[in-house]
């Protein structure tokens, strides 16, 4: 999560074009590329970072050309970056995220509830929705198939004993401010057993604005809070909405400002448009474009290859947003001008949250991103950082954890709808 700033304009706006030019600029390779914390090591000046003037993204995951125009920055203002090895040398110092103390109205810091998410796809172009042999929705408008992917990644996330989702299971609400560790008792972070998708919402009611606003995604979260019948803060509390723009649109200019995600809730005041007004109590959200449209910046065959490979950046990039909004469930506002640090947990020195610090960090590599193996399938993701560095890897960034403070849950039952006017 990177906190007031990052983000540079590109030339040729909106444009496949514009990923491409970069990509051969950066000499993108992905063997050589690093963990965004290498490239937001300068904090909140570096101007190309996709929270530059917008720190309503939280945890935003930089394109990959983009990561790397950052770590040139940060190389030139600040010396040598970290590098890829840096999450190594960050836990041999000790633990590295710390608790922002929950929002002071609510006291909402993590998801201490096994996690839900509610998968929203967003606006009429993505066509008349139809359901495939596995119970997933899937749109003519669809043609990388993003969306049975995703159903059936959030479907199989908490299930066939896979640990990565245990790496979130550490870090806990009730804590005081600036603790970097849970006491045995702590309201810890919850694990999504027999799967963590809850609700599947094709909205073709209306059409998804092309640029869609922070306030535009928050607006539709809360519309998908009430459409399930989450309709007060108990039934949000560990709820978490995606939503999911469709092909060839542009959600808070994502192509330009070179980003893949970000997640935030609707009370956030820094929102482009301002916060979204809820009666479901606060609601977390990500913002979650066509990411096939961003080919190779946003993560495409970043672990495998071929068409094994070609839809590998949506599970990394929608499984970043999940961890940090498990981690980091109401990341902050602004009190005026003034950016308010996150309420759950964070990276204190280089504003970060759990998922950014790994970022980008190759397969093969300590730490590295890899595929997962849930019983709906195999799916890429990358690791997450732990607080007690070196349970799993050396690095900090791990792929998998013993579960803290874990009640099993019951299986959560998928409600799959759709709305057409």
Request: proline share 8%.
């Amino acid at each position: 999560m990177n906190i007031p700033g990052l983000g540079m304009r590109w030339a040729g706006r909106g444009t496949m074009a514009a990923f491409a030019l970069l990509l051969a600029a950066a000499g993108m390779q992905t063997g050589a590329t690093a963990a965004v914390r290498s490239t937001a090591a300068a904090g909140p000046s570096d101007p190309y970072s996709p929270t530059y003037h917008h720190p309503y993204r939280r945890g935003v995951v930089p394109s990959r050309p983009v990561a790397a125009k950052m770590r040139g920055w940060a190389a030139q203002h600040h010396g040598t970056p970290l590098t890829g090895a840096a999450p190594r040398a960050a836990a041999a110092s000790g633990p590295h995220l710390t608790y922002g103390g929950g929002n002071p109205s609510t006291g909402v810091g993590v998801t201490t509830g096994p996690p839900k998410v509610y998968l929203v796809f967003y606006g009429s172009q993505w066509g008349a929705d139809s359901t495939n042999g596995n119970g997933d929705l899937t749109f003519p408008n669809d043609p990388a198939g993003e969306a049975p992917y995703l159903q059936e990644f959030f479907k199989g996330v908490g299930t066939g004993g896979e640990r990565w989702s245990g790496v979130m299971t550490q870090y806990c609400d009730g804590v005081s401010k600036g603790a970097s560790s849970c006491p045995s008792g702590s309201a810890f972070a919850g694990y999504p057993t027999g799967g963590a998708l809850a609700g599947v919402w094709a909205d073709g009611s209306i059409a998804s604005p092309y640029r869609a606003s922070g306030f535009d995604l928050a607006s539709e979260a809360d519309q998908a809070a009430q459409h399930f019948g989450n309709t007060d803060a108990a039934a949000n509390r560990d709820a978490q909405y995606i939503i999911v723009s469709p092909p060839g649109t542009d959600p808070d200019s994502w192509l330009e400002q070179g980003f893949c995600a970000w997640h935030d809730w609707n009370g956030d005041a820094s929102l482009e448009g301002g916060p979204a007004p809820s009666s479901a109590g606060d609601i977390a959200f990500t913002n979650l474009p066509y990411q096939p449209d961003a080919g190779i910046g946003c993560g495409q065959d970043f672990v495998n290859t071929g068409s094994k490979g070609a839809l590998d950046g949506v599970s990394i990039v929608a499984g970043h947003e999940y961890a940090e909004t498990i981690t980091d469930q109401e990341p902050g506002t602004v009190n005026g001008t003034t950016p308010v640090l996150p309420y759950g947990w964070f990276d204190a020195n280089f504003f970060l949250e759990n998922a950014d610090i790994c970022a980008w960090l190759p397969p093969g590599a300590d730490g590295g991103s890899m595929d997962l193996a849930t019983a709906t399938g195999t799916f890429a993701v990358q690791t997450t950082w732990a607080n007690d560095a070196g349970v799993e890897t050396p690095s900090g960034c791990e792929a998998g954890h013993k579960l803290d403070g874990v009640t099993p849950a019951n299986t959560v039952t998928v409600s799959l709808t759709s709305s057409r006017n």
